[in-house]
């Protein structure tokens, strides 16, 4: 059963950073492509930054230049490295794991940009 978990949410302050790990169980992270989501109050949920199998990434240009997306495929884990934060960064953060004909969602984990 593949299983996707969110953590390292919480404050930040602008300029500051922190940075979100995605533990998958289940599947072995190298092999599929995944990616962060962020819906912040009101909003559609958007992609953030995403990462395929051939390790490939690809930014939202709102995030570019700031966040930085990664794998450890010994942990099974994917990060999210967000730097030079900004308030309109804070949403619920969300992991995605692309298995062909099925999405995997993480539960999400709340980042807040405020000082």
């Known amino acids: 059963q593949v299983q996707l978990a969110e953590s390292g949410g919480g404050l930040g302050q602008p300029g500051g950073s922190l940075r979100l790990p995605c533990a998958a169980s289940?599947?072995?992270?190298?092999?599929?492509?995944m990616g962060w989501y962020r819906q912040a109050p009101g909003k559609q949920r958007e992609l953030v930054a995403e990462?395929?199998?051939?390790?490939?990434?690809k930014y939202a240009d709102s995030v570019k230049g700031r966040f930085t997306i990664s794998r450890d495929n010994a942990k099974r884990t994917m990060y999210l490295q967000m730097n030079s934060l900004k308030p309109e960064d804070t949403a619920v953060y969300y992991c995605?794991?692309?298995?062909?004909?099925?999405?995997?969602w993480g539960q999400g984990t709340q980042v807040t940009v405020s000082s």
């Open positions: 990462i395929n199998s051939g390790s490939s990434t």
């Open positions: 289940g599947i072995l992270v190298r092999l599929y492509n």
């Open positions: 995605k794991c692309n298995l062909g004909v099925s999405d995997y």
